[in-house]
């Protein structure tokens, strides 16, 4: 096996993207040779960018929050502090056809900036309570199963309990767009869980999002173009079957494996796990996404770095972001680069449908959402880009945490097959990364006491 150099037990880590590489970095630093095995012909997954004539697009994570504690800790391990900056963190919420912004670091700005109205004041205080009694157990390391007690219904019902109808319509609902989804779909864990999240100061990397992953495929021995087929626990170890298209099927073996992949293909590659942990990664609630980069020659005036739609202002339309106000070096100097994300259910309608045709909807959905910016953009086009995402995020509905919690008790911790991924957690590069330590921290404990989990239930 070709491995890097470490006088530990080897290991083989499948899944290049921020779950996978974080494990294989720390059980490198901890001494093992490690090897990462990767389907695409570049290391990053979700956590990767591409350039199109100057113009540099995060292909999904693009906002990164200075709560990332783990993910700080991490850039400074690889010594790349240098890459990061502190951010802007304004972000719009539209109503009524104009932009309220809001630095998200700032609450008091929702009725400054006249989104909320006096009379949500009560209802700001109690979410402001809720937030702060849910706040310990709502962390990037926490077992979500942990709050499934939480779980017990819709953002929308939560919002029309215990918040009013302002917040729900222009505060809850506009939150859940920034994960492609709809408070009638989805558990308030989401919505809880995202608000002290994006509630903080921000930070990026210069240029593009992917300096992490990039630093961190530079000092691992990727292979990339491998698509593992097979993850097999053996006797003492782990076999790993591999394929290439034109070449021979590869086996490798190691002492234990960290299959750090999306829910359903974890399941396929492992059916050594029980029957059912595999129903649950089979029937994971994935949802897809599609969105569209614009590059534009001009700068529009817009100063935040996203603008929110709520539902009421658009059905389809959740989100666009104004990349070159996130961070430099998104775009050329004097251009800008603008993305618009759906809401899921839009994704699904048109997965199916031609780049070409998706970008002429989405001229046609700017036009009725935001006229002046659908005429700035039309005017000053110079490049388009759709990008989809088929497992993009996961959408949880109440309940689903519970189910989360019996998986993970329904894992064996003595395995020396591992699993990693944001599917563990809330679907954020933190959170994977964390999972990524973590089943680092469990291969660890199993190769060095040398428990023989082969064969065990
Ligand atoms: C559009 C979008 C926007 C997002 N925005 C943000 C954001 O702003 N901030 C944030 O923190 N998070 C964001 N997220 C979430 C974040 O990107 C993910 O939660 C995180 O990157 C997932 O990391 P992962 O390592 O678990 O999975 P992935 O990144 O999906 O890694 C899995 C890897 O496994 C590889 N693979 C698949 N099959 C095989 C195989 N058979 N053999 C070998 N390799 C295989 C894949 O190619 C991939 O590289 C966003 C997600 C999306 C889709």
């Known amino acids: 096996m070709n491995t890097t150099a470490g006088t530990g037990e080897p290991i083989i880590v499948v899944g ?19 090897r990462v095995l990767e389907a695409e012909d570049r290391a990053g997954g979700r956590m990767r960018t591409v350039e199109r ?76 309570a809720d937030l702060t009694k849910h706040q310990g157990r709502l962390r990037w390391d926490s077992d979500l199963g942990e709050v499934a007690s939480l779980d017990t219904e819709t953002a929308a019902d939560y919002a029309e309990r215990r918040l009013d109808k302002e917040l729900r319509d222009y505060l809850v609902d506009p939150m859940s767009a920034m994960f ?11 919505f809880l869980f995202s608000m002290p999240a994006v509630n903080a100061e921000w930070f990026n990397f210069h240029d593009r999002v992917d300096t992490l992953t990039t630093n961190l495929a530079a000092r691992l021995d ?42 359903p293909i974890a399941a396929r590659l492992c059916p050594g796990l029980a029957p059912a942990s595999l129903d649950y990664l089979e029937n994971l609630p994935y949802v897809p996404d599609i969105h569209v980069y614009f590059g534009v020659d001009r700068k529009p005036s817009e100063t935040a770095t996203c603008v929110l739609f709520p539902t009421r202002e658009h059905a389809d339309l959740g989100v666009i972001t ?101 599917y563990l957690a809330f679907s954020a590069t933190n959170s994977a990364l964390v999972t990524g330590e973590r ?16 064969g065990r239930g």
């Open 180 to 190: 492609f989804n709809s408070p009638p779909d989805l558990s308030v864990i989401n």
């Open 322 to 422: 104004f990349n070159h106000n996130f961070a430099p070096g998104r775009a050329p100097e004097g251009h800008a680069l603008l993305t618009s994300y759906y809401r899921y259910p839009w994704a699904i309608r048109h997965w199916d449908t031609d780049d070409d045709t998706v970008v002429e909807l989405t001229h046609e959905v700017h036009r009725q959402a935001w006229p002046e910016l659908a005429k700035h953009i039309e005017a000053h086009q110079d490049m388009a880009y759709v990008q989809r995402w088929k497992n993009g995020v996961i959408l949880r509905k109440p309940g689903d945490y519970a189910r989360l919690r019996e998986f993970n008790r329904g894992l064996d911790p003595r395995s020396r097959v591992q699993l990693a991924g944001d």
């Open 222 to 263: 990727v292979e990339t173009n491998a698509e593992v087929t097979l993850v097999e626990e053996v006797a003492g170890g782990v076999r790993v079957h591999w394929s290439r298209p034109g070449e021979p099927d590869r086996v490798e073996e190691a002492a234990a494996a960290v299959v750090a992949l999306p829910g």
């Open 439 to 454: 089943a680092a921290t469990r291969v660890r404990q199993v190769v060095t006491t040398g428990a023989v989990a082969a």
């Open 16 to 34: 290049a993207g921020i779950a996978g590489m974080t494990a294989a970095f720390r059980l490198q630093q901890a001494g093992h040779p490690v």
């Open 53 to 128: 004539g100057g113009y540099h697009m995060d292909l999904a994570a693009i906002l990164l929050i200075q709560n990332y504690t783990q993910m700080l800790d991490l850039v400074r391990d690889l010594g790349i502090e240098d890459t990061t900056l502190p951010t802007n963190n304004v972000v719009g919420i539209k109503r009524d056809g104009r932009v309220h912004r809001i630095r998200a670091n700032k609450p008091t700005d929702l009725k400054r900036s006249g989104l909320m109205p006096w009379s949500s004041m009560p209802a700001m205080t109690r979410l402001q």
